[in-house]
């Protein structure tokens, strides 16, 4: 493997570590709230210092990733004593950007978003920088934003680590075409895989193409189903770019007829149905975003920072699996 793939490590960043950074071991409690709607339909009682930060996510609270994730940042709001509101806006730009307004407007102690297309929420979080109030991103990143700090996977380096493992085990090579399955194109995460992809690949000939499959998890298998019943004898592997599309890997190839290991298939691995796609050898590797610490992280460190405490950490949440290891990270999986 290439020095990519060997390096894509988890952040060894614990609870009680990070909360004895922060110098808040055996905090008092709290209640940390989840609405599907924003964050100021949230409700819950604030902490003993009456502390209340914003978690805002692009994604669905239904995606396992994010219900890892929100149980990440509920722990944080209990272990630190303080009130979190947590809201999802299922890649609705215009929610999303309306929930942060609101956030900005309630003056909190900090608030912690995803980025779900590139500078869509730029101004926003230099509102908020601004007003005082410090912004840690999470899942995705876009530093130029002027965020504080970030806690999730490098989304390019992933790219680079999934076309590096293709490469470096031959399983791909020059003039072989590459497809790429995601839930929404021109999303920021998938700008930044393709980016990291394109940039092994290109240099040694190897094609790529995008395919946006939908949201839907029905109409994304179908949408993958049909195009490998089109196009599939153009395609030499598959790199799913987001958890749904890889949740179908296993319906799509049977779907269409197609054994397993058919074409190598790389890519995330946040759902059971792609974990146990990996043991049935219809995946030949999945990253692993460790979902909980980044729900968990970013309240923390928005909590230090309320305290005047250190900044500008970024922190790697990924790891590689394959069927030799699959077993370390099913477990969390349900």
């Not at 709001?77 to 806006?89: A, I, W």
């Not at 790389?266 to 729900?295: F, H, I, L, M, R």
């Not at 990924?318 to 290891?325: E, H, I, Q, V």
Request: charged share 15%; glycine share 12%; with cysteine.
């Amino acid at each position: 493997m290439g020095a990519d793939t060997a390096d894509l490590r988890v952040s060894t960043i614990t609870r009680r570590r990070a909360l004895a950074l922060a110098g808040l071991a055996g905090a008092g409690m709290a209640v940390a709230a989840c609405s599907d709607d924003g964050p100021d339909q949230a409700s819950g009682s604030n902490g003993s210092d009456g502390k209340t930060f914003y978690w805002i996510s692009h994604g669905a609270p239904s995606d396992q990733i994010w219900a890892i994730a929100n149980d990440g940042a509920t722990a944080a709001g209990e272990d630190l004593g303080v009130s979190v509101r947590t809201s999802f806006h299922q890649n609705d730009v215009a929610s999303q950007k309306e929930a942060l307004a609101s956030a900005i407007a309630a003056r909190p102690a900090g608030i912690a978003t995803s980025i779900p297309q590139p500078g869509v929420l730029t101004d926003l979080i230099q509102q908020a920088l601004s007003a005082g109030i410090p912004v840690v991103t999470l899942n995705s990143d876009e530093p130029e934003s002027g965020r504080i700090a970030y806690v999730g996977a490098d989304l390019t380096r992933v790219g680079v680590t999934w076309a590096n493992y293709l490469l470096d085990n031959g399983l791909v090579a020059s003039g072989d075409k590459v497809w790429l399955p995601v839930e929404v194109a021109g999303a920021s995460y998938q700008v930044l895989e393709t980016t990291g992809i394109d940039s092994v690949f290109e240099p040694s000939g190897i094609t790529t193409e995008v395919f946006q499959a939908g949201n839907d998890p029905a109409e994304s298998l179908s949408a993958m189903q049909d195009y490998l019943t089109a196009n599939g004898d153009e395609i030499s592997a598959i790199i799913g770019l987001g958890d749904l599309v890889m949740s179908n890997i296993q319906q799509a190839f049977d779907g269409v007829g197609w054994e397993a290991g058919r074409v190598p298939v790389v890519g995330w691995g946040n759902e059971k149905t792609t974990a146990d796609a990996v043991k049935a050898g219809y995946v030949d590797a999945a990253a692993w975003q460790y979902p909980d610490s980044q729900g968990y992280l970013p309240v923390v460190l928005l909590n230090m920072l309320s305290r005047g405490l250190g900044a500008g950490y970024d922190i790697s949440t990924t790891a590689l699996y394959t069927t030799d290891n699959v077993a370390n990270y099913e477990k969390y999986l349900k």
